[in-house]
Each structure stands twice: as C-alpha cells, then as structure tokens.
C-alpha cells in the first residue's frame, strides 16, 4: 500500500493557455513540450485505512493549502472509497514560481498512487487523471518532445521524438523564487474572459504545434526555435491584455531575453521561452550550453541558474 515515483517539470515550446471545460480541466487547444531531466519531484504515497484523512507533507513541512488539489485528484485515480494517504513530496527546484512544479507534482503523484493501490493503469490513462489536476500535468508522464491534442472530451498526449533522438539542454534562469502572486489556472480564465487577442491565440494555436512538430520531426533547430518563441510572446501578450493584466515577467526577465538575443547574433543555437512566470529557459543544442550558462549567470537580476539535458517521463521507484 505505498509506493514511490518520481517526475520531471515539462518546458512547453508550444504553450496551453486556456480551457475549454474548466470543470474537466480540459485545454482549449493542443501543445508541444519538453520533458526536463535534472528537475524532480518525488513523491511518495502511503494508503492507510487508519488515516481519517489525507496529509500532504512538501519538502519536510506541511502543506495544507495544496491538499485539496492532492485529495481530489486521488479520489480521480482510486474511486471516492479510497483508503485515505499519507503523502510526501521532495521538490529540487522552485515550488509555483513559473517552473511547471505543478506538472512534476501531479504526474509523480498519479503514477505512484496508482502502484500503491495495485491498479494496473496505462500511461495515458494516468495522463489523463494528472491532466484533470494540473492541464500540464499529462505531458510529464511522458519524455523528450511530447504533444498533447486536445478534443471536448479527452486529451492525446505521447513521445514525438525521445531525449536521445534529439538532446537538447535547457538552461534555466531563475529571477524570483516566491510563489506567484496570480495562479496560472487562475490567470487563464481571466484572459479567456476578458483578454481581446484570447480568441486569436485558439484560433492560430493549431498552426504553431504544425509547424512545431514538423520542426522536430526534420530536427529543424532554426524552425523550432523561431516558432517556440513566437508562440511564447502570443501567450504573453495575451496575457497583458487581460483585464486586469497578467504580467508575470520582472526586469531581469527581460535582460535575460536580450542576452539570448546576443547569443543568437553571434550564431549560439539557442532560444529563450517563458511560462506562466518570470523565469526564461534558454533552449540550446549541447554543445552551446556552457557558453548559454555563462551568459546568463552573468546577466543582471539572475538569482540562480538550472541547467537540465532532456529526460524520461514519470516512472515508479519504489513500492511495498
């Protein structure tokens, strides 16, 4: 009845941003990823029938205030009769601050949740139970390149090229380490609702992930860099025309976009995306990232750097 997994934060190229069935959590449209290799997230769950409820610990301390999502996605996966958990959670990277933590979390919790229980689930399935929790969930139980589909009723997700097929590094530049001050599912209800390019950005997303998965099939790096970015700062600008405005980026992020653009000038194959958040990840081929890494711990307002090759998606460790 305890089991162990492990899973990687996933770096969209192609983003999610929206939904179409809020209570489903179903994305509006279809994205592409990259599935991370040095960023983990453990977690271990324990059924026990003598637990009157579930605990959440994240990194020693308690964590109440993620538990409801936790609960309601075990009930997702184990049925609502379920034996109630204990569930532990040890985090390398920054928790809610713009790093897919949520991703990491969900498809590390579904996969060892499902092997405490004995369930013989698939890959997708397990996908699908993440993606109800956290939409970029699904994409980190697989590895490498990754495209989700989405449809009105059920997400399509799997491996388009795997981390040996076409490594990559991705140097990850981190600006700020508190939590953000708007959730991202929270931000993309705002934008749908009262963003003026919402409408555009569903409607064109079907071309970018075209272009995107044509890229990576060639391994086109020119391509799949001018797309990746391009996609990036529609999602943004959507963003900064919702009402409020969303606007997760810093000075330092915007220094770290110049300093990729140096890179770029001098023939550096490397490109920069951003998430919900304000940290850049420079996207390069491996024989550029110690020159990608230099640059950007040189670059103002940089508190710390991350450098990850591509990796697997979620898998068990342990169980018993």
């Known amino acids: 009845m305890r089991a162990t997994a492990v899973a990687q934060p996933n770096i969209a190229l192609i983003k999610y941003w929206g939904k179409q069935n809020i209570a489903e959590n179903l994305p509006a449209t279809g994205s592409l990823s990259i599935t991370l290799a040095s960023l983990t997230t453990q977690m271990t769950v324990k059924l026990d029938d003598a637990l009157r409820s579930d605990r959440l610990q994240v990194n020693g301390e308690p ?44 498809a590390a919790l579904v996969v060892a949740a499902s092997h405490a229980a004995g369930l013989q689930a698939d890959s997708l399935t397990l996908a699908r139970a993440a993606g109800r929790a956290s939409g970029s969930a699904a994409r980190s139980l697989y590895g490498g390149f990754v495209e989700l589909q989405a449809s009105a009723t059920e997400i399509q997700v799997g491996t388009l090229l795997t981390a040996d097929e076409w490594p990559m590094q991705v140097v990850v530049a981190v600006t700020a380490k508190a939590a953000k001050k708007i959730s991202s599912g929270d931000a993309m209800n705002l934008s749908a609702e009262t963003s003026p390019f919402y409408s555009s950005w569903v409607e064109h997303q079907e071309h970018d992930l075209l272009k995107a998965r044509n890229a990576v099939a060639a391994r086109d790096f020119a391509a799949l860099a001018d797309i990746s970015e391009h996609n990036c700062l529609k999602m943004h600008s959507v963003m900064w025309g919702s009402r409020p405005p969303v606007v997760y980026w810093n000075h330092a992020t915007l220094a770290c976009m110049e300093t990729v653009r140096k890179l770029q000038a001098d023939d550096v194959p490397v490109f920069f995306t951003i998430d919900a958040g304000p940290q850049v990840k420079a996207v390069c081929l491996p024989e550029a990232a110690g020159q990608v890494l230099s640059a950007l711990q040189q670059t103002d307002g940089v508190i710390d750097t991350l450098s990850s090759p591509l990796g697997a998606g979620a898998r068990l460790l342990e169980d018993g």
């Open 63 to 106: 964590a109440a205030e993620m538990l409801p999502r936790v609960s309601a996605c075990l009930d997702h996966v184990l049925g609502p009769g379920r034996a109630k958990a204990a569930i532990d959670s040890e985090c390398n990277f920054p928790i809610a601050a713009g790093l897919a933590s949520s991703a990491a979390s969900f």
